[in-house]
């Protein structure tokens, strides 16, 4: 498929180096001095997002993703990545089997990890997030996901049908259905104060560039309470300093005050779609009993715990 993806595009002499596959199967492609991100939109087998689509399709998927690319290097002055496009001027290239391929800029910096995060770079992390809320909050590029009380019932209906298919323990799947279903009440609740969001803020999404943090993959942004992206980066940062440098910068340029209950909400729906999304793959791996058992007891039950005693 990289191959045919290839010939779309004026390249002349491309090179190109497998990166990973997760929704996508991305490569870097270089062509002399220029390189690019070139992704291929097939999900590794398993992979369901039919349940986080909801009905949309990839095709218009991909084409409102390309639209928030370009909306944010036009006003995101983030140095977002901007979208190159094939030899018909086209942002998303379909392959002979229908497969969808779209190219990047390449942006050279480093992928951020735990232990390269210093209480600056926290920081920085912090006014970047702050930044990007302020730039897209409003943005009302659709279709795009909904993370909201709709798509926990999706997931609550998979995690049974999950049960009769004897992908989870029945105290397992008992577990997280409560924790689902207190979440969409929140959910429910707060939908009037949805904003447009990355989504997927983990801390490989986030580069470190000339000094700059720079969020990268789009594809799974859409509309929550900004709390979703928060939770993400908070429950990454095991250091208590470097989690209260992260909010200062974050609040230095964002109005924006996320509550405790909203972080503990999306931490508990962020789990969920990973572990609920992936059961028909990992279900007959030998460590997915013991993870979900992990999960269960350290995330969904002291959230049922919590909301139980608000």
């Known amino acids: ?23 996508n199967m991305t490569y870097k492609i270089t062509d002399g001095h220029q390189c ?24 218009d998927l991909v084409n409102s993703e390309m639209k928030v690319l370009l909306y ?23 392959l002979r089997d229908g497969t969808l391929v779209t190219v990047l800029e390449w942006i050279n910096g480093d992928e951020l990890s735990k232990e390269k995060i210093t209480d600056m770079i926290a920081y920085k992390i912090g006014t970047t997030i702050g930044k990007l809320h302020n730039s897209i909050e409003y943005l009302t590029i659709k279709p795009r996901y909904q993370y909201d009380d709709i798509l926990t019932t999706v997931l609550i209906n998979e995690t049974l049908d999950s049960l009769k298919q004897e992908h989870f323990a029945e105290k397992h799947a008992k577990i ?3 924790a689902l279903s207190l979440a969409r009440d929140y959910l429910r609740c707060e939908k009037d104060n949805f ?23 789009f594809s799974l942004s859409g509309y929550c309470i900004p709390e979703w992206d928060l939770c993400m980066l908070l429950n990454g940062l095991e250091d208590e300093n470097l989690k209260l440098n992260f909010m ?8 924006y ?18 572990v609920v999304t992936q059961h ?10 013991n993870e979900i058992d992990k999960f269960c007891e350290n995330t969904f039950k002291p959230f049922i715990k919590t909301i139980k005693q608000k």
Not at 200 to 205: C, G, R, S, Y
Not at 260 to 272: N, S
Not at 280 to 289: A, R, T
């Open 248 to 255: 200062d910068g974050y609040q230095s340029v964002c109005d």
């Open 72 to 94: 944010l290097a036009e006003k995101g002055n983030l140095n977002t990545q901007k979208v190159f496009y094939n030899k018909n001027g086209d942002a998303i290239t379909t």
């Open 1 to 23: 498929m990289i191959t045919e993806s290839l010939e779309y595009f004026g390249f002349i002499d491309p090179k190109f180096e497998f990166i990973g596959h997760g929704e």
């Open 176 to 178: 997280i259905v409560d």
């Open 280 to 289: 028909k793959k990992v279900s007959k791996e030998p460590w997915f009993y």
């Open 257 to 274: 005050v996320p509550n405790d209950t909203g972080i503990a909400v999306c931490t508990c729906m962020t789990l969920a779609i990973f």
């Open 195 to 217: 904003k447009f969001i990355h989504a997927d803020l983990k801390f490989a999404n986030l580069l470190y560039s000339d000094e700059k943090v720079v969020p990268i993959d």
């Open 36 to 59: 690019y991100q070139l992704r291929i939109h097939k999900p590794m087998d398993g992979f369901n997002l039919d349940l986080v689509r909801m009905g949309n399709s990839l095709n």
